[in-house]
């Protein structure tokens, strides 16, 4: 359960890198019992977000706490209380997966004996029990991605950091990611997630701000969020390299849908109407436009980001298709 106090709080957050402005005066508030999330494309500075409120850079201007704690006063103080996964594994390759474990957890203070029986927990929960003899170095990337949350939540800390957790990892791993994280924040823990995969936010979060060039441009529910795109019906209609012709042509016949091209092969149609497959098809086809699928697209997260900030799906999906 969340409830309105700030457990994470930063306002104006500035950051340079020489001639390239990483954040521009950016404000995030995550509260207590809350499973947060950063949304934004490669370069936005979530990454250098989570690495400035976790104490591994320090800003140019603005101020930061946690749990009321000044960071930039007290950054020991405040590191006690945060687990950290960053976007790349921090732990040892010549350890083995019971022993990075072990030793993340003594360095929080955690008993030797208390850590060893965390870390057989983790290890079993994480699906890593059969590996936990070997070396970092001969995991694959989505058992090292799950080791390094897991050592990240050894310690039993109140609030954790995710860094783009299932970057690069396969799908059957990443939806085992996914659902410890759920697992996580309905134990209580305060998560602040950020990432550039939209369903994920959308699945996970309770609360998102989209993040473009440094600022903040909308923090909202996912529920507020959506509730523009509730009710609209859109159908795609894969057209081979006529999508733009077919667009026209369907738009001269039905002024009250809109339609529009999306990477050069597809024809999206979108409307408050129920909208019928079928005579679409046949209109397109009528004009030797060939139809090679016809899908129903239920509206998402996706469309109030590019909305939002003016980044087009197309370019999106690149990024995500690059990864």
Known sequence: MTNHRAVVSARGLVKRFGDVTALAGLDVEVRAGELFGLLGPNGAGKTTTINILTGLARPDAGSFSIAGIDCIRRPRAAQQLIGVVPDESNLYPELTGSENLRFCASLYGVSRREAADRARELLAAFGLAEASERRFAGYSKGMKRKL???AGIIHRLPVLFLDEPTTGV???????IRRLVAD???AGTTILLTTHYIEEAERLCSRISFIVRGRVVRTDTVENLLEPVRGRQVLELEVGDRAEAGAELLARADSETRFSTVGGNLVRAESTRPLAVGPLVRALEEADIEVTEARRVRPTLEEIFVDTTGL???????EKEKK
Request: aromatic letters at 0%.
């Open 170 to 176: 396969d799908v059957q791993s990443a939806r085992h």
């Open 148 to 150: 390094t949350i897991a």
């Open 312 to 318: 087009e799906a197309a370019a999106l999906r690149r």
């Open 184 to 186: 996580l924040h309905r």
